[in-house]
């Protein structure tokens, strides 16, 4: 069982930059690809970047890509997501989550059995 806590959001202007951290308390961290998912008010939860149990995969919703950046630190257990040059549509509140299996492919949210509490970013114009 994996238990997980985000952290880092808050608010920011346009333009500027926050990093989330997300926490992971568990056995093997290692085993556990790892996405961030957000979900703004009134909207379902949406995809927004993964990595894979060693950081070799990354995938990025086209959205945020090349503002976005999905790490992991294993030895930490913790994954983060950098993002920059944010925008006001990025307002959502940040989950991190994780799944067991080894499937890479297409992104599939019922993959990702375990979820953090979230945390809110909101970006003001």
């Known amino acids: 069982q994996v238990q997980l806590v985000e952290s880092g959001g808050g608010l920011v202007q346009a333009g500027g930059s926050l990093r989330l951290s997300c926490a992971a308390s568990?056995?093997?961290?290692?085993?556990?690809?790892m996405g961030w998912f957000r979900q703004a008010p009134g909207k379902e939860r949406e995809f927004v970047a993964r990595?894979?149990?060693?950081?070799?995969?990354?995938d990025y919703a086209d959205s945020v890509k090349g503002r976005f950046t999905i790490s992991r630190d294993n030895a930490k257990n913790t994954v983060y997501l950098q993002m920059d040059s944010l925008k006001p549509e990025d307002t959502a509140v940040y989950y991190c989550?994780?799944?067991?299996?080894?499937?890479?492919?297409?992104?599939?949210?019922?993959?990702?059995?375990?979820w953090g509490q979230g945390t809110q970013v909101t970006v003001s114009s």
């Open positions: 990595i894979s149990r060693f950081g070799v995969n990354t």
């Open positions: 989550a994780a799944k067991m299996t080894a499937r890479w492919g297409s992104v599939m949210l019922d993959e990702y059995g375990y």
């Open positions: 568990g056995r093997t961290f290692s085993s556990y690809a």
